[in-house]
Nanobody, 121 residues
Framework: QVQLVESGGGLVQAGGSLKLSCVTF????????MKWHRQTPGKQRELVAV???????NYADYTKGRFTISRNNAKNTVYLQMNDLKPDDTAVYYC???????????????WGQGTQVTVSS
């Protein structure tokens, strides 16, 4: 059974920090590209950050260097460190595990349940 479980969200003041965690079960974690997305009501889900199985990273421009994605393969866990949070960062943050298999038969795309981040002004 595949499961992704996010944690670490909460209510913080602008300028504060949070560290999100996503622990995975049932996948060969170190072979997956891991992503964080976020979504607010009435808006499409948007990509926040990416880390590949080789630990290459990419970020949405709006993070402006404030966010850091990392992974711990021994713990099957991906993290998102968020600093200098702004009210516009308020959203449900979702963890996503994506296979990179060339053969579509082996492509996979799994999602967690999300964790709420609320940033007050």
């Amino acid at each position: 059974q595949v499961q992704l479980v996010e944690s670490g969200g909460g209510l913080v003041q602008a300028g504060g920090s949070l560290k999100l965690s996503c622990v995975t079960f049932g996948i060969t974690f170190d072979t997956y590209t891991m992503k964080w997305h976020r979504q607010t009501p009435g808006k499409q889900r948007e990509l926040v950050a990416v880390i590949t199985s080789g630990s290459s990273t990419n970020y949405a421009d709006y993070t402006k260097g404030r966010f850091t994605i990392s992974r711990n393969n021994a713990k099957n866990t991906v993290y998102l460190q968020m600093n200098d949070l702004k009210p516009d960062d308020t959203a449900v943050y979702y963890c996503n595990a994506q296979s990179v298999a060339l053969n579509p038969k082996y492509q996979r795309d799994y999602w967690g349940q999300g964790t709420q981040v609320t940033v007050s002004s």
